[in-house]
Nanobody, 124 residues
Framework: QLQLVESGGGLVQPGGSLRLSCAAS????????IGWFRQAPGKEREGVSC????????YYADSVKGRFTISRDNANNTFYLQMNGLRPEDTAVYYC?????????????????WGQGTQVTVSS
């Protein structure tokens, strides 16, 4: 059974950091494009970052460039989103996703597999 499980969300003060993890089971991430998305109340799901499996190229939404870093650890079948300099507008449910193709995308419809989501709240 193919499954993605996120962890690492929580409550953090503005300017703080969190690292989200997404562990894959039932398949090997090596050849999958992976992405992170978020959805705030009343808003559409937004692509935050992704990384392709073909060449390791990455994408970041303008709103997170310079603050968030995506990475993958194929040996542990896990990928991460390091979030620094968090702002209240980063508050959302964060989802990880994987697609069996080599290239990643910021479009949610691109991805075949999704995690259950983890809440990130940035507030003082």
């Amino acid at each position: 059974q193919l499954q993605l499980v996120e962890s690492g969300g929580g409550l953090v003060q503005p300017g703080g950091s969190l690292r989200l993890s997404c562990a894959a089971s039932g398949f090997t991430l090596d050849y999958y494009a992976i992405g992170w998305f978020r959805q705030a109340p009343g808003k559409e799901r937004e692509g935050v970052s992704c990384i392709s499996s073909s060449d390791g190229s990455t994408y970041y939404a303008d709103s997170v460039k310079g603050r968030f870093t995506i990475s993958r650890d194929n040996a542990n079948n896990t990928f991460y989103l390091q979030m620094n300099g968090l702002r209240p507008e980063d508050t959302a449910v964060y989802y990880c996703a994987a697609d069996s193709g080599p290239l990643c995308s910021s479009l949610a419809t691109w991805y075949d597999y999704w995690g259950q989501g983890t809440q990130v709240t940035v507030s003082s």
